[in-house]
């Protein structure tokens, strides 16, 4: 997968506007595209990705939300948006698959805004943002690419599986059970995405709207027994598939400033303001 690209799609992931690439950086590490019946397409498109492997269906009766006293998927919402406002900071680990492979790490988020992910795959490679700034380390051409951002709650990088994240969503799409207000597998053979980490048993939020923003036009939440966020799967404007699995979440660590505070190499080639200018 080209480099230049996954900083593309991880910034689509994150709520980022297109990346402005320099042409510099482009043709160090652009490979050619490839060639399709009919011409020519991007290589990818659409952030990070992986996994595989494919499990059980839930056994025995599901459990319905009406169970825990969720009348509509609304109100699953607001009880989400409750767990996660009880957050001061969380861990969990990460995984994002997409059609061009995978990524493994570890995210953390304190709050209001610092976020970290802490890649074990692709090793040493990083994004950290602190609501104000976006760093992204990119070990393959030991490049920095930096972004002064603009609003803090608009383009901050926090993902929608925070209390932040889960605000846009109430805001921006219509909500819905994606079939029946049940419990099911997460890596059962009818639901949405790959086969990733354990079994687990959910329940699945649909969020849709006819004004694709932020980068996606549709997301499906799979919302587990505690009310956290165990996948994502969203389809991106250019209709990909794009997954995150959180698992092993632990909140209320009291992260401290140094969990958040990584540095390239001092030799590693900076690009500012890669995305937008910021002036």
Known sequence: MPIVQSVVRKCRLF????????????????????Q???????????????????VLLFVGSAVSAQELELETASDLL????????????????????????????MFSHRKPSDML??????????????????????PRLNTTLTQRLQQQTDAAPAGFATEEGLSLLRRNYSVAFQSQPEFTNVNGSDAPGEAVGPDTDVVHLLFDTSRPRDGF?????????????RRIVGTTEDYESVQID??????????????????????????????????
Do not use: W
């Open 246 to 279: 959180f698992m092993d979440v632990e909140p209320n660590q009291g992260l401290s400033d140094s969990r958040f505070e990584y540095e390239s190499p001092p030799d590693a080639s900076t690009y500012e303001d890669f995305l937008f200018d910021a002036d």
């Open 78 to 105: 607001r009880r989400v948006s409750q767990e996660y406002g009880g957050f001061e900071d969380y861990t969990a680990s990460i995984v994002m698959t997409t059609e061009n492979g995978r990524m493994e790490g």
């Open 217 to 229: 036009r549709q997301l499906v939440l799979a919302i587990d027994e505690d009310y956290r966020i």
């Open 15 to 34: 709520r980022l506007p297109r990346p402005r690439i320099p042409k510099s950086a482009r043709s160090a590490a652009e490979a050619p595209a490839v």
């Open 36 to 54: 399709q019946s009919g011409g020519s397409r991007r290589i990818g498109s659409a952030v990070l990705g992986i996994l595989a492997a494919a």
């Open 117 to 138: 992910i802490d890649f074990t795959d692709p090793e040493d490679q990083f994004i950290l943002s602190d609501g104000e700034y976006l760093r992204i380390y990119v």
